[in-house]
């Protein structure tokens, strides 16, 4: 039900997004900048973004070694350069339009664990930085002599450090984004849950904390939510990944390290928060249950990374975790997003394979051409 001033002044906007996570908030921003007069809404289902955006673990990285590696094998060579390229470019972006204090950004570093299992890889580390050398012109990966100074479990055989990559607080970036989306005269509204588009028409039921429905119409139509748009556009390529992560209590002895860990070829990541240690990944440990879009912790997954927290991490001391939770990310068989077109009305951007942290500004910027 609408009164007239809500009927009048907060039913139908120039573009409707579908998701407030750093996609949708970053083609606010970017949209209203290009067109100032143009009226904007986001509707986020959520009370906080739904899917990722706030529940990674804040790593500013573009590919570890062993990453890197295995997308040589299945990708050519321009496709995997342009992958790392269009991650790295995202991060420069960021920081240059935020500001690394308004992100919480640190560049300390990302270093990869090898065992025994990945020390083949080391042999192709100066080919990897002779590839990436147009791009960064500088060796990236560089293998760290002293690695007892970080007093890894024994499995631990080397450590190799990105000098490019770094760490920023997930929250701060989202909140910058927010009120950047604000002070351009974007609405925002949460609690708010797209239930049915009309994507001919552009109208969108919209279901209310109350249970009533109210109608929105939109002259355009993006849809900004990751792996939730198969609920809308059911025929794209998406596959759900769940990702849990957990934070421990404060620790009683600062950590010997600081910096953005990846072990188990990227798969497993950590890092230092607040002299915490946040620690998350695991899914390649099952691929198979960690394809839903449900916010549940998988047990298996959760007892390996307090296996390795134990063994290998943080090995012989007695660690408390804090804080648990899930995020839901979006796969398919390539690593490039989906930044598609749908019909004269509708688009998306999604499918950030993980990485919504470096490449969904420059996401939401080929979106912002498309519209």
């Known amino acids: 039900m609408w009164s007239y001033w809500e009927w009048k002044n907060f039913r139908k906007y120039d573009l409707v997004i579908v998701g407030a996570g750093i996609v949708g908030l970053s083609t606010a921003i970017q949209y209203k900048e290009k067109y100032p007069q143009r009226k904007v809404l986001v509707l986020e289902r959520g009370l906080l973004p739904t899917g990722a955006s706030t529940k990674n673990a804040g790593f500013a990285c573009f590919g570890s070694l062993t990453e890197i590696l295995d997308d040589l094998q299945v990708m050519n060579d321009e496709l995997v350069l342009a992958t790392v390229e269009k991650r790295y470019k995202g991060l420069c972006a960021i920081r240059e339009r935020f500001g690394d204090e308004s992100l919480g950004y640190q560049h300390t570093g990302g270093f990869e664990l090898f065992t025994d299992a990945e020390m083949p890889a080391l042999d192709s580390m100066k080919k990897i930085n002779q590839f990436l050398f147009p791009l960064f012109q500088a060796d990236v990966f560089s293998k760290v002599e002293n690695i007892g100074q970080f007093r ?47 994507q001919e028409e552009g109208l969108l039921i919209v279901k209310e904390a109350n249970g009533g429905e109210r109608t929105f119409e939109a002259n355009q139509l993006a849809i900004c939510t990751n792996a939730f748009t198969r609920k809308f556009l059911s025929h794209l390529e998406l596959v759900p990944g769940r990702g849990l992560v957990f934070v421990t209590k404060p620790l009683d002895n600062p950590l010997p390290w600081s910096g953005s860990f990846h072990y188990d070829k990227g798969y497993v990541y950590f890092r230092c928060i607040d002299n915490r240690l946040l620690l998350g990944g695991g899914r390649n440990k099952d691929y198979t249950g ?19 927290l134990d063994e290998v991490i943080l090995p012989n001391q007695s660690i408390e975790i804090d804080l648990e939770w899930t995020g839901i990310m979006a796969f398919g068989s390539t690593k490039m997003p989906i930044i598609e077109q749908i019909n004269e009305r509708t688009f998306c951007a999604v499918r950030l394979g993980g990485m919504g942290v470096a490449i969904g500004w420059q996401t939401a910027s080929e979106l912002v051409d498309l519209l």
């Open 152 to 198: 890894f479990g024994p499995s631990v055989r080397a450590v190799v450090k990105n000098q490019f990559e770094g760490e920023l607080d997930t929250g701060k970036f989202i909140q910058s984004l927010w009120q950047e989306a604000q002070r351009l005269g974007v609405f925002i509204l949460t609690g708010a849950e797209v239930m049915d588009i009309d």
């Open 290 to 308: 960690e394809q839903t879009e449900n916010f549940e912790i998988n047990p298996l997954i959760h007892d390996y990374l307090v296996k390795l």
